[in-house]
């Protein structure tokens, strides 16, 4: 009697031993597949303002420049001071909340606190004005950006450099190309 | 457990783990609005005047992002041409120091209170008008020198508070120069001088070459004389009782006894008479300078100089055969009367060897002039003390450091019924002491004009944003004393009504190009001394009678001299961590203030090195390491003025000890300033010893091949065929090029290039080892400051350093090489390293990955220069300091090797237009930092490949080798041999 008490507490025990070790399993797994593919990583970080790169790039068709004026002349391509977006949103849905808030980050001399989503290591300085200069288009590295509400984050990996540039028989001097 | 503590720590666990894993989200901030001329990533130029000395060279800030990252000199500017010393480099961090003042800070009960800019400028208001309303000279104010704007505000606002003019401080006024030029040229000011046309130069203790009026003009001017070219190299004398390192490059240096200068030039003088060197002078003046100057004869002047009757000859018969010879008198310490007699008699040598005076430019003055004389100084301080003022102004100057304690000044600036306001932006020694301190901008954040000589008006402009509050100090004067006398209150309208009514500039676009230009510069004043055609016979018999006072001046017992600093120049640039981190010229110690003593004296006292000494004299005492030096004369002691700091924020508290505390207040009656040496200080041994923070590792070069020179005579010898040996003297010199490749030498194949192969030459003949290269390499590649336990440890990062090198023959003689990474071509850091992190790029560059690097340190250990530099740690940059770094460079952590990369950064900007135009990089387009910076151009930077290159042409030269090229390293450095004369 003793002894089936015995195997029947281990069995108990057994069971809640594989109910731990289950719910576990789920919790880590659940928390990866929110982590890598939740639906928030697909749509990026949610912005201060919810700007729509599809609005303006894809369906009302102004060009990447237009924002980003120092593609062509920099490392950097910049992004639109507050002004500028003001340059058209004076006139266009001018009373829409969005573009009140718009107006706020103006009229108090606030940067607009936009949130990253192109990550390149610390050590790495990508030149814009090199790549856009061989005719690459923005969207060969970028993405189809006009067809996107919000960005998705994105790493960029040495891996993604040296493909293209061994494709293209680019510079492949560590000095001389990405590093300094 | 159960299940529901089960679930808490599941789900706190699994968020801290989400929360852990993910990198913090950055930032992307937008401007606001965008300013016209800025192109994100990329530098844009503002042309301003360096104000860290009076000589007042321009510059050009690099502004990135709204923050300037870069200073430079600029090309356009008539006194720099386009270099800057060290100081000027380092301007850039006063502006962005740690512990610059952000608010005004009133003292309440001893303690200090932060009060807000228009809280403070009301207070002045109020104790300026409640003072002016109690009378007449209530109110004082002492400023450092100033541009004629800021000096008629100034005296404006004093003459609506019914108060004396403001007192212009300098600690160094050059007063024993003034009257000199006063009696000689009738001119009460600062001449300039053509050392550039001279073919021989004398100077007296003139430090030319570090702070003494314009240091990077004369430094420029005197390798043009001094370098040799076409077979020409002129010459370069000093006497004095110890080398600066100005003394360090002269050809012959000529110790003698502290006050002794004077009667080595009287001797000179007699010499140049009886051997009828002497042009067109007036026989009656001929005759009575033949009078008083006989007494000097060649004996007389070595027994009491002290001087060496050899080296006596030896200057005395170039001085005879010279064309076209200057001579400076003292140096920029030289305010005693042993300096006015010396400046005297150097006058009346210049006028005697040729009374036109081909090589002082007696038109064009430097500004620092208009600073009052130490008597003037100290009589401010005497009657703020007799009777004290109602509010007393202190504009950036620091007196309670720069005069000695003795003089009263601290009880007359602490006086309880006056209320002192200083203009500071340190709570420097000064500051400390005033009952209100306001920071006002800086020069790189503010406009104002300011003229160097008096016909080259620099201007300045904003070259960044604000990081503080303050105001500019123009317009802090306009709005609290002028407001009821002016039309507009804004400074920027003062200094363009200045430009315009003073100085002849019409309408807005002349001002637009004057600020984008860095000034309007004038051809100087028509020269006046076409009218000076003898001295007076009356001077010449005060002059007689004043001399014979001089062989009492001379010393003979232990003499100590404060001498003015290249780094720190009066003491206000020892904030700087770069100054402090590179090392001083001669005695390669950073962070310290050592006294420098002869080893013959650090014998008979039995003290080594590193002891530590006290020395006192009769005004105060202070203790200080010893330096063993060459460069001093037995008997003689030296320290440098700028440490020794009990304020003036963390960089300089406590670091060195004040040698202007062992000094004696008193003016000198016949000049008009100090004396900064004092005789018959004692010397003592503690018992202590300390570290010394050096950089060197061995003052002599053992034989190898280092730092070479060669003599004008074995130049002038036909070339010897191209040597082809192995040994280190018959190895060929071997470009890092494929023609350097041959089969029987080397063990690796040759490495082909495309287009480039950057190297540098450095012309050892031109390089006077002033180390602004150092600090302009600190500034533009992010390099960590260690500070002195590091340096101690031998861990200072710095990717270039000058070396100094004696010689073991003859220990006076110096040698100064700039050494950086070498970019072999055999690389010895390549080979060994197990992660490929050193690599060589198709333009020939010793690449270092720092990604890469795992920090085996095998490379520092076989590179054959020691030029590479590991991380032990993580370098701060306290907030905002961290603003300097410079964004194109990565800033590297700890683990890390680094080294010079020729500034990639600067050939990455040169490649991207060029690509953009579709044509290679021309030569002269890339222009690293420290070549940019060189005051003498010594260094040469261009592209191997190109043969039309001005580096190709360089390495052509018959003194070109390279830095132990024996051991084939085929280093992309090629050093020029420094000439040496015989004499």
């Known amino acids: 009697m003793a002894d089936m008490e015995s195997a029947n507490t281990n069995t108990l025990k057994n069971l809640g031993l594989l109910l731990v070790v289950g719910i576990t399993a789920l919790f880590i797994l659940l928390f990866l597949f929110f982590y890598y593919s939740g639906p928030s990583r697909a749509f990026g970080p949610e912005q201060p303002i919810p700007f729509s790169h599809n609005v303006h790039s894809g369906v009302k068709q102004i060009q ?43 009229d108090t001399n606030t940067p607009t606190p936009w949130k990253k989503v192109n990550y390149v290591a610390e050590h790495v300085l990508f030149n814009h004005q090199r790549h856009i200069n061989r005719n690459l288009s923005c969207q060969e590295c970028h993405g189809q950006v006009q067809n996107l509400h919000r960005l998705p984050h994105k790493h960029w990996y040495m891996e993604d450099c040296i493909t293209c540039h061994r494709r293209m028989n680019a510079n492949m001097d560590c000095w001389l190309a990405c590093h300094s | 457990m159960n299940r529901r503590t089960f679930l808490k720590v599941a789900g706190m666990g699994s968020l801290s783990f989400a929360a852990g894993c993910s990198k913090p989200e950055k930032h992307l901030y937008s401007l606001v609005k965008a300013p ?79 009060i807000t800019f228009p809280q403070a400028e ?3 208001k109020n104790r300026t008008d409640a003072a002016a309303a109690k009378g007449s000279n209530r109110i004082r104010m002492l400023t450092e020198v100033v541009g004629d704007t800021l000096l008629s505000i100034f005296n404006d606002a004093m003459r609506q508070w019914r108060s004396p003019e403001v007192l212009i401080f300098e600690p160094f006024a050059y007063e024993s ?90 001797g000179l003088i007699r010499e140049v008479l009886r051997t009828g060197r002497d042009k067109n002078l007036n026989e009656n003046i001929r005759k009575k300078i033949e009078q008083f100057s006989s007494f000097y004869t060649r004996e007389t002047v070595v027994k009491l100089a002290g001087a060496s009757s050899e080296r006596f000859d030896q200057l005395a018969s170039h001085l005879i055969q010279a064309k076209r010879p ?75 450091y720069a005069l000695p304690s ?41 406009w104002d004009e300011y003229a160097g000589k008096h016909h080259l008006i620099s201007t300045l402009q904003p070259a960044m944003g604000k990081l503080t509050g303050a105001p500019d100090l123009g317009g802090l004067f306009l709005r609290t004393a002028l407001y009821s006398q002016k039309t507009s209150l804004n400074y920027k309208v003062a200094v363009f009504d200045q430009l315009h009514n003073g100085n002849g500039l019409k309408g807005e676009a002349e001002w637009v190009q004057a600020i984008q230009h860095g000034g309007i510069f004038k051809p100087p004043a028509p020269d006046t001394l076409k009218t000076i055609t003898a001295p007076k016979l009356e001077l010449l018999n005060r002059f007689a009678q004043s001399m014979q006072s001089i062989s009492k001046s001379v010393s003979q017992d232990m003499v100590f001299i404060a001498a003015p600093s290249i780094r720190f120049f009066d003491g206000r640039g020892a904030n700087k961590p770069w100054l402090n981190e590179v090392p001083d010229p001669l005695s390669k110690v950073a962070w310290q203030s050592p006294v420098l003593v002869h080893p013959q004296t650090c014998e008979a006292l039995n003290i080594e090195q590193g002891d530590v ?62 004396r900064l040496w004092i005789d018959s200080v004692k010397i003592q041994n503690t018992g202590q010893h300390q570290e010394l923070a050096t950089t060197y590792g061995s003052r002599i070069q053992h034989g190898r091949k280092i730092a070479l020179h ?135 560059l010793n690449n270092q990955i720092y990604n890469r690097c795992i920090g085996t340190r095998f490379c520092s250990q076989n590179c054959p220069y020691k030029v590479r530099r590991f991380n032990w740690f993580e370098w701060k940059w306290p907030s905002p300091i961290n603003l300097q770094l410079n964004p194109d460079v990565t800033v590297r952590s700890k683990g890390v090797m680094e080294k010079c990369s020729f500034c990639i950064q600067r050939i990455k900007t040169a490649r991207n237009v060029a690509k953009n135009e579709r044509r290679l990089i021309r030569d002269g387009e890339v222009i690293p930092a420290c070549v940019q910076t060189c005051p003498t151009d010594a260094l040469i930077f261009g592209n191997l490949m190109d043969t039309a290159s001005r580096v190709r042409q360089m390495v052509a030269d018959p003194r070109a080798y390279q830095v132990m090229g024996y051991i084939n390293t085929k280093p992309a450095v090629i050093y020029l041999k420094k000439v040496r004369h015989v004499i």
């Open chain 2, 710 to 844: 060669i003599t004008t005579e074995a130049l002038a010898q036909p070339k010897p065929a191209k040597p082809s040996g192995l040994g280190m003297w018959d190895f060929p010199l071997t470009l890092p090029l494929p023609e350097g490749y041959d089969p029987s030498r080397d063990f690796y194949p040759p490495i082909e290039y495309d287009d480039y192969r950057w190297a540098m030459t450095v012309d050892l003949d031109r390089c006077v080892g002033c180390g602004a290269c150092a600090a302009a390499c600190y500034a533009e590649n992010n390099i960590g400051i260690v500070g002195e336990e590091r340096v101690i440890e031998g861990r200072e990062m710095a990717w270039l350093q000058v070396e100094r090198y004696l010689d073991p023959d003859d220990m006076e003689k110096v040698v100064f090489l700039p050494m950086m990474c070498q970019q072999c071509d055999n690389a010895p850091c390549e080979s060994v390293c197990p992660v490929y992190a050193p690599h060589h790029s198709k333009e020939g």
């Open chain 2, 406 to 446: 003795a003089s009263g000044l601290r009880e007359a600036i602490s006086q309880p019924e006056q209320f002192t306001i200083a203009f500071a932006n340190f709570m420097d020694e000064t500051a400390e002491r005033a009952d209100l301190v306001v920071p006002v901008k800086l020069p790189l954040e503010t």
């Open chain 2, 326 to 400: 200057l001579v400076l008198g003292t140096g920029t310490g030289g305010g005693g009367e042993n300096g006015f007699h010396t400046d005297l008699a150097v006058n009346l040598l210049n006028l005697v060897l040729d009374p036109d005076l081909p090589t002082i430019d007696l038109g064009s003055r430097h500004r620092v002039e208009i600073a009052a004389e130490h008597a003037q100084v100290l009589d401010f301080f005497t009657k703020l003390q007799k009777d004290p003022a109602d509010v007393v102004f202190f504009n950036n100057v620091n007196p309670v």
């Open chain 2, 613 to 674: 000494v006290r020395i006192e004299s009769q005004w105060g005492r202070l203790n200080a390491p010893v330096y063993e030096s060459d460069n001093v004369k037995a008997g003689v002691i030296v320290m440098g003025i700028g440490q020794g700091h009990s304020g003036y924020g963390r960089y300089a508290r406590n670091f060195g000890s004040n040698p202007l505390d062992l000094l004696s207040s008193a003016t000198v009656p016949v000049s008009g300033g100090r």
């Open chain 2, 177 to 266: 120069l003034k009257r000199a030029n006063k009696e000689i040229f009738g001119i009460n000011g600062l001449v300039s001088y053509r050392i550039d046309k001279a073919d021989l130069l004398v100077s007296f203790g003139a430090d030319f070459l570090e702070t003494w009026l314009s240091p990077v003009e004369y430094a420029r001017q005197f390798k043009q004389m001094h370098a040799y070219s076409d077979g020409q190299k002129g010459f370069f004398f000093c006497v004095s009782p110890y080398q600066s390192l100005t003394g360090a490059n002269s050809d012959l240096w000529l110790p003698c006894t502290p006050g002794g200068e004077a009667i080595i030039v009287l």
């Open chain 2, 36 to 114: 016209d001329d800025m192109v994100q990533g990329n530098g844009t130029l503002y042309a301003s005047t360096c104000r860290e000395c009076p000589a007042g060279c321009g510059i050009l800030a690099k502004n990135r992002e709204g923050r300037v990252v870069k200073i430079e000199g600029n090309p356009l500017h008539p006194i720099n041409r386009g270099k800057l010393c060290m100081r000027g480099q380092a301007a850039l961090q006063g502006v962005y120091h740690p512990d610059r003042i952000k608010t005004p800070m009133l003292k309440e009960n001893g303690q200090w209170r932060a």
């Open chain 1, 64 to 106: 990447c420049q237009y924002c980003h004026p120092y593609v062509a002349y920099s490392n950097w391509p910049g992004l639109p001071p507050v002004e500028k977006c003001l340059h058209c949103h004076n006139y266009i849905i001018a009373k829409h909340p969005w573009i009140q808030k718009e107006h706020q980050y103006f």
């Open chain 2, 122 to 124: 009301i207070l002045i």
